[in-house]
């Protein structure tokens, strides 16, 4: 299907847990796509994940390294680009955490220490990751950067709690860096808003189910899947796509531009 669209290209992917998580299934189409890649994350995630699984597949290393520390991501740099045998064609930024949602905090009473967690690990992070590429030339010339993101970014949804404040902060880290990282050598940043998806910490919020209902009904096409997702970036990581920086792109059926399905009216009607 993807004709080794990234044949010779060679990249890291952050955050792929189990083969639920986008990561893991962005991974495989890379691999299959003729791409070579490093997998990393923190060693706790190491610990609870099965990545070792996945890169045995993929014939692949892993290298663990938290995103919120500077020397890790220094040392997974250069040592991935020693393995791979030369600089990077792309990066995906599949990493998101937040206490507060997790312990159940309402946003209205937020942990600030957990908050800033949230915004490290969820947000921040994107940006000590590029950080760390650009000052250490470790792009290739018209690579490309993906992060993943959510909608809970332009809109409220109450139980996605303050990991919408870090989806916020993670596209505008897109976009600002996308121009200095452009100008230095064409590599372009760019963010995924992605549909409720059945991924391990996707269904951690609470009311996940329902909402994944609800979404899959408003979406005219339905929700778009991890597979999807994991063809959408590959797309995003190809040269085909040499031109679009900056931008958060809508990967979610239709749910972003749709103000009211009927199938949803219908439901509504059917209850009273």
């Known amino acids: 299907m993807n004709h080794k669209l990234l044949e010779g290209k060679k990249g890291i992917i952050f955050g792929a847990l189990d083969e639920n998580s986008i990561a893991w299934k962005t991974a495989l189409k890379i691999k299959e796509a003729g791409g070579e890649f490093t997998l990393t994350n923190a060693p706790v995630a190491l610990r609870m994940g099965k990545i070792n699984e996945l890169a045995e597949t993929c014939g692949t290393t892993v290298i663990a390294a938290d995103a919120t520390n500077m020397d890790d991501l220094n040392s997974l740099f250069e040592q991935s680009i020693e393995k791979l045998g030369g600089k990077l064609d792309f990066i995906l930024h599949s990493i998101g955490m937040s206490p507060n949602v997790r312990k159940k905090k309402s946003y209205t009473n937020l ?39 959510y909608i809970a970014a332009q809109r409220v949804f109450p139980d996605y709690g303050d990991m919408a404040d870090a ?7 897109g976009r600002s860096f996308g121009y200095h990282f452009g100008a230095k050598n064409n590599v372009r940043v760019n963010t995924i808003s ?21 979404a899959d009904k408003m979406s005219p096409l ?26 958060n792109l809508y990967h979610d059926g239709g749910f972003s531009s749709v103000g009211m399905s009927p199938a949803l009216l219908m439901d509504a009607t059917a209850t009273k």
């Open 111 to 149: 942990n600030y220490d957990w908050l800033h967690k949230t915004l490290d690990i969820s947000a921040m992070s994107f940006h000590r990751v590029m950080q760390v590429a650009y000052n250490s030339d470790a792009m290739n010339d018209w690579g490309s950067i993906l992060a993943l993101s």
């Open 167 to 173: 989806k916020a902060t993670l596209e505008s880290i």
């Open 194 to 214: 992605q549909s409720p998806t059945y991924t391990t910490a996707g269904s951690g919020v609470e009311g996940f189910k329902e909402f994944f209902d609800y």
């Open 222 to 247: 339905g929700n778009a899947t991890a597979e999807a997702c994991a063809d959408y970036c590959i797309m995003m990581f190809s040269d085909l796509t040499r031109m679009v920086t900056m931008q």
